[in-house]
């Protein structure tokens, strides 16, 4: 049994004697069981240091946590300290430098509204409340994405703590092979402290939801990857079938009911912004039009996620392209007839930047796919916690003929190792990093970096 009281740290440690210890282990997403040795709650890098030394003296393994909304793939966590840097939230904004530098816990809605405060933004996804870094290790697939590619490739710098608890700054000078990896290929090389991420002077854009019936169905899909087709990368959007649940928080249009959505974010000005939506205005009479010309900061508000912990089994998959029998397939599987059990099944649009080599990118430079399918249900009853696993194989299964090669990290919900996710050549890459960095394998992430061939 490891002493955990000789660790000597500003943060919290708790153990599965404390009295709140399913409070402690608990992630964002409730589903993930995580059983570790103790939970570490990190007040600074010292701190972080001081645990990934203790646990290096121990034999013990380190699994860092933002938030706990990649969660479900992590491991059950056997002989392993979670770190959670969620008391770690500080962001700067150098206004002329346009960067932030933000800790480890900060939330991507803390980021906008930072930035927001100087006119510039970040490259923010679809939740307010998922932890920067997480996201930005896995990827970062932005409503700004089609334009300014991966959010992975716009860090500057990482600083982090070595697997033997060492303090480090890291970019394209210095360390650059373990810079290129943790910039898409997860967190499994070391624990970050802090990120510097550059900005983009842009503090408005047009972007929100229309939400239509259901009943739409496959006829609007073609017309929104009609649409799609011809937008430019200053376009971001995601068309979804969503049957929120009959919750007070969830608002009374789309409460309970399987409706349609589509969600974006046109760069540019108001007015331009207003007629290429315009076509897709024209799908049929919505239910809710929530699209407006609104601060960068609002972005990570138009998808409409959930802002507390939910349980979530999820999975994703890329897709080449959407040709009318792959939209019949993803409607008898997605649509109201279907008989999903999910929350929700969607398309999110790649292209543009994110389909480009980045320059100087990291182990994600770019992924060569149509779109990014992405599904979820709430397990909120045994029944469901069976039926939802087996809609989403369902859904896999329907779709694997338009299945691109390669998957998106962010959205990789099953328990698979990194090598399942990244191309081969990227891999062999990775696990040499590991074995350079952490070469005993004692950095966890929620999808494991093999050590590979010596
Ligand atoms: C509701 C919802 C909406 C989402 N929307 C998007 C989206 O629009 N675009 C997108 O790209 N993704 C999206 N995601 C996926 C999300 O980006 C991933 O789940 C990501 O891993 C979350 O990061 P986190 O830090 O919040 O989660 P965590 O579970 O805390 O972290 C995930 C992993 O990141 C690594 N990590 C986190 N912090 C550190 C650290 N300090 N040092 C080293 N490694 C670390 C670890 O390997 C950890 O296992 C969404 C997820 C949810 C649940």
Not at 266 to 280: F, H, K, N, R, S
């Amino acid at each position: 049994m490891t002493d955990f009281t000789e660790l000597a740290i500003a943060g919290r440690i708790a153990t599965p004697e404390d009295s709140d210890w399913d409070q402690a282990r608990a992630a964002w997403n409730l589903a993930a069981d995580q059983r570790p040795e103790a939970v570490v709650f990190a007040e600074s890098g010292d701190d972080v240091a001081a645990t990934v030394r203790f646990a290096a003296e121990r034999g013990l393994k380190v699994a860092t946590q933002g938030t706990g909304h990649g969660a479900a793939p992590l491991a059950p966590l056997e002989g392993t300290v979670l770190l959670k840097t969620e008391r770690m939230r500080g962001i700067d904004v150098d206004p002329e430098g346009r960067i932030a530098r933000l800790e480890a816990g900060a939330l991507s809605l803390e980021l906008g509204e930072a930035a927001g405060a100087h006119g510039m933004c970040s490259l923010p996804g679809s939740s307010p409340d998922v932890g920067v870094v997480g996201y930005t290790l896995g990827g970062g697939l932005s409503w700004l994405g089609r334009r300014y590619g991966f959010a992975c490739n716009r860090v500057a710098a990482i600083e982090l703590v070595t697997a033997e608890g060492e303090a480090r700054t890291v970019d394209a000078e210095n360390d650059s092979d373990l810079f290129w990896a943790m910039r898409g290929g997860g967190g499994g090389y070391a624990v970050v402290t802090a990120l510097r991420v550059n900005l983009l002077p842009i503090a408005e854009v047009y972007a929100g939801a229309l939400v239509f019936p259901a009943e739409v169905g496959a006829e609007a899909v073609r017309a929104y990857r009609d649409w799609a087709a011809g937008v430019p990368d200053e376009v971001s959007s995601v068309v979804r079938f969503l049957t929120p649940p009959p919750l007070p928080d969830v608002p009374e249009p789309i409460r309970g009911r399987p409706r349609l959505t589509i969600d974006g974010a046109c760069i540019g000005g108001q007015a331009e912004g207003e007629a290429t939506i315009a076509p897709l205005r024209e799908i049929g009479e919505t239910i809710m039009d929530t699209f407006a010309w609104m601060p960068t900061a609002g972005l990570s508000r138009i998808h409409m996620d959930p802002e507390n912990p939910v349980p979530g089994i999820g999975e994703g998959m890329t897709v080449s392209d959407l040709p009318d029998e792959a939209i019949d397939a993803f409607v008898s599987v997605a649509g109201s007839d279907s008989g999903s059990p999910l929350l929700l099944s969607e398309l999110r649009h790649l292209g543009g930047a994110l389909g480009r080599r980045a320059e100087n990118g990291g182990a994600l430079s770019h992924l060569d796919a149509g779109f990014v399918m992405y599904s979820v249900g709430l397990p909120m009853t045994p029944e469901l916690g069976e039926a939802i696993p087996a809609h989403l194989k369902r859904i896999e299964q329907t779709m694997s003929p338009w299945r691109a090669d390669g998957h998106y990290y962010n959205f990789v919900e099953g328990p698979c190792d990194v090598d399942v996710i990244l191309p081969p050549d990227v891999c062999a890459r990775l696990a040499e990093v590991k074995r350079r960095w952490d070469p005993d394998g004692r950095v966890v992430a929620n999808h494991a970096v093999s050590l590979g061939e010596v």
